[in-house]
């Protein structure tokens, strides 16, 4: 049974009325324990969310998880992925890099700050993170390491796995969470990759704050500007929500059909795979309104709609979490994460229980706990949520080819096109014998005029997400010439595949 509590004379009213169940400008308070209990469920629910989802990561792309197919757990599943699996909770870890760089550094740590803790970090990374980790390395930093001009993901969900903690932070204050996803969003996203991580913390805010589940949907929506992507998908999940309120995968198969087309990402153009932000919290908002308030539906759907299916109930598990409290989850659900409440998670020093009470400390900060003796309350002003500025990526370009070249080249390699933008894929190899240390110096050519010079390491944890992109040149027939300045016996440059793009 659910435990609500009760913090606010919230009337619940129909999703997306003008006047929603949420006091905005009323102060409120909330005392220690329960804001505590907010706190664990929302880090319980993020990790056996994570937890759930993790067997079938990227493994059903373009296509849902029908119900016929199990999903393993059992008491020390989470235990057991924790110990075996450590990689799995990037979507944790990544948010308690910059938990700990604020605790370090203060709530108003700069950007810059953020930056060079995920960028020098020990773990790998992927998508909008590692290009993003690549430029700031290499002198290019935030907000450019995002933008979509230096950053071909920069509309992928990374921000979003990564912006559960900064609504964790703020109880019913969406704006000020706003702020902090654009310091910390832009470094490694922009548009709809940025709009992602804004959305699920605004989530999290209003979940301290309000029990009825489409009401915080409809209200966080209010943070993104209409007439974006991401906007708009969204908004068809709860229009799709409203006509199918019993059938979610109906739900899933009307915004998937008009949504599920990614421009940016060179590995998701014209792929069932995809790594988008919009229709990744798309599965979030399917899991949370289709799932009712139970944990288990929830977090089930958000992982059977397929593709980030280990971050989406993430994030679902975690916003009910918060709605709901620790006390609330199902027992068992909670048996293997209690197991693991001491042990700091990988790449960090926080374990769940640590993280738990470095989240209370810095919410009394940010809230101003009171110092009235026997008062052991914050006392929060409820912000009504404001759109963020308008920003889209790759706006008025469009792909219009995807090629496979798979040409190793160790001087320089010559690629036709025609278009006003290019993205080439591939990576430094090895033919022999060799280490980590090479770094390739590699100059591109558009039409036999230098246009750049970079560089691309081997080592996986620094290396160039893709060769070369560059987008917005004039359209027409171009050659684009890559050459290797430092050959090496040992090493070779391979281009897999290339795409091309032109004025939409």
Not at 224 to 230: A, D, L, M, R, V
Not at 449 to 460: Q, R, T
Not at 463 to 472: A, L, V
């Amino acid at each position: 049974m659910k435990k609500i509590y009760i913090l606010l004379p919230l009337l619940i009213l129909a999703a997306c009325t003008s006047k929603p169940a949420i006091p905005y400008g009323e102060t409120v308070k909330m005392d220690s324990a329960t804001l505590m209990d907010k706190i664990r469920g929302g880090w319980y629910g993020q990790t056996i969310g994570c937890t759930y989802g993790g067997p079938t990561e990227f493994k059903y792309k373009g296509g849902l998880i029908m119900e016929e197919i199990p999903i393993p757990w059992y008491d020390n599943y989470i235990y057991d992925t924790f110990i075996e699996d450590p990689g799995l909770y990037d979507d944790v870890y990544m948010d308690l890099t910059f938990l700990e760089t604020m605790l370090e550094h203060g709530i108003d740590a700069p950007a810059e700050c953020y930056a060079e803790a995920f960028a020098n970090a020990d773990y790998k990374l992927w998508h909008a993170n590692q290009a993003a980790r690549y430029n700031i390395l290499n002198g290019r930093g935030a907000p450019e390491s995002g933008h979509w001009m230096y950053n071909p993901h920069a509309d992928d969900i990374d921000f979003q796995i990564e912006a559960d903690f900064i609504g964790m932070l703020y109880p019913g204050q969406v704006n000020k969470a706003s702020e902090l996803s654009d310091r910390i969003g832009h470094i490694m996203n922009y548009g709809d990759g940025w709009y992602g991580g804004v959305y699920i913390g605004a989530m999290y805010c209003l979940a301290y704050v309000c029990d009825d589940i489409p009401t915080v949907v409809c209200e966080a929506l209010k943070t993104i500007p209409e007439g974006t992507k991401f906007h708009s998908t969204i908004s068809d999940v709860i229009k799709y929500w409203k006509m199918y309120p019993d059938d979610w995968k109906q739900c899933w198969f009307e915004v998937t059909n008009r949504h599920a087309n990614d421009v940016g990402c060179p590995e998701g153009v014209w792929n069932g795979f995809n790594i988008d932000a919009t229709i990744n919290s798309a599965f979030v908002v399917i899991g949370l309104l289709y799932g009712g308030g139970d944990f288990y539906k929830t977090m089930d759907i958000a992982t059977r709609c397929g593709n980030d299916s280990d971050c989406n109930p993430a994030s679902a598990a975690g916003i009910l979490g918060v709605m709901y409290g620790y006390d609330a989850i199902p027992d068992e659900w909670k048996k293997g994460a209690e197991l693991i409440k001491n042990i700091p998670f990988p790449y960090t020093g926080l374990s769940l229980g640590e993280v738990c009470w470095a989240n209370l400390e810095l919410v009394n900060i940010i809230s101003q706990k009171s110092e009235k003796e026997g008062d052991d309350c914050i006392y929060i002003q409820l912000e009504s949520p404001r759109a963020v500025r308008y920003e889209q990526s790759f706006e008025g370009i469009k792909p219009v080819e995807k090629r496979v070249l798979k040409k190793a080249f160790t001087s320089s390699v010559d690629l036709q096109f025609k278009g006003n933008g290019i993205v080439v894929e591939g990576s430094v190899r090895k033919t022999g014998h060799a280490d980590d240390s090479y770094v390739a110096d590699i100059t591109a050519l558009l039409d036999g005029v230098e246009v750049e010079n970079f560089k691309m390491p081997i080592d996986y944890i620094k290396r160039k997400y893709e060769i070369f992109s560059k987008y917005c040149f004039d359209s027409g027939e171009h050659i684009l010439t890559l050459r290797l300045n430092n050959p090496h016996p040992d090493y070779e440059i391979y281009a897999s595949e290339m795409v091309v793009y032109e004025k939409d």
